[in-house]
């Protein structure tokens, strides 16, 4: 079956350090996404994809990298981590973005804490 | 600004009917979408909402008027594993999702 898997799950890390979290998704879409979720909140884009090569800057994009080099993976880099940086990351993915339908497909989500 | 409005929590009786509003102010609108969100896991896909109406889905069913900038979830039969968030999304004129901050239902016996 298709899936999305985001890795790792949880990650505890120091002020200033690089982290990467992992998104990997086996449908075959175009479009990927990164959130963050944090209580209050509702989901806010970081930085989106439509296709190789291509990203765009989301909603909260400041301290964030991504980059698209094939299909199936779009690893989401913060450069140096903030306490404010501490929250719940997921990862969507779709097959299209205009159509009818074509709902976004969640990983479990990364759990970062920014000490 | 772009600002989706949902109630923080709410309570229900298992068996029952309870209704989750939703109402948005967006720039441009292609489309609304409910999502449920149990804690600690990820958000699944409910329902979707284009044209003015009910959709209905087995116990689940979704209503929208453009014209007011509303939406409902409407959840029959409640089970106790319907205890979760529900979530209220818009599509706007970029086809980008805008999300609400969700609404915790939660289910007493």
């Known amino acids: 079956d298709a899936e999305i898997t985001q890795s790792p799950r949880h990650k505890i890390t120091e002020t200033g350090r690089q982290v990467t979290l992992a998104c990997h998704q086996t449908w075959n879409h175009n479009n990927m996404f990164w959130y963050r979720q944090d209580l209050g909140h509702g989901l806010r884009l970081i930085h989106y994809s439509y296709g190789v090569q291509d990203t765009n800057k989301g909603e909260v994009s400041d301290g964030y990298s991504v980059s698209r080099s094939n299909t199936e993976d779009l690893p989401l880099t913060l450069e140096s981590a903030a306490s404010s940086q501490t929250s719940v990351y997921f990862c969507?993915?779709?097959?299209?973005?205009?159509?009818?339908?074509?709902?976004?497909?969640f990983g479990p989500g990364t759990r970062l804490t920014v000490l | 600004g772009q600002n989706i409005d949902q109630p923080t929590e709410m309570t229900a009786t298992e068996g029952a009917i309870v209704q989750i509003n939703c109402t948005y102010q967006?720039?441009?609108?292609?489309?609304l979408f409910w999502y449920q969100q149990h804690a600690g896991e990820a958000p699944t896909f409910l329902s979707y909402n284009v044209l003015d109406g009910l959709e209905e889905k087995g116990r689940f069913s979704s209503f929208l008027s453009r014209s007011k900038g509303y939406s409902y979830l409407l959840l029959k039969e409640l089970q106790m594993k319907d205890s979760a968030s529900y979530l209220c999304?818009?599509?706007?004129?970029?086809?980008?999702?805008?999300w609400g901050a969700g609404t915790k239902l939660i289910i007493k016996p």
């Open positions: 969507a993915s779709s097959d299209e973005v205009a159509g009818p339908y074509n709902e976004q497909f």
């Open positions: 999304a818009v599509r706007d004129s970029n086809y980008q999702l805008i």
């Open positions: 967006t720039s441009g609108f292609n489309g």
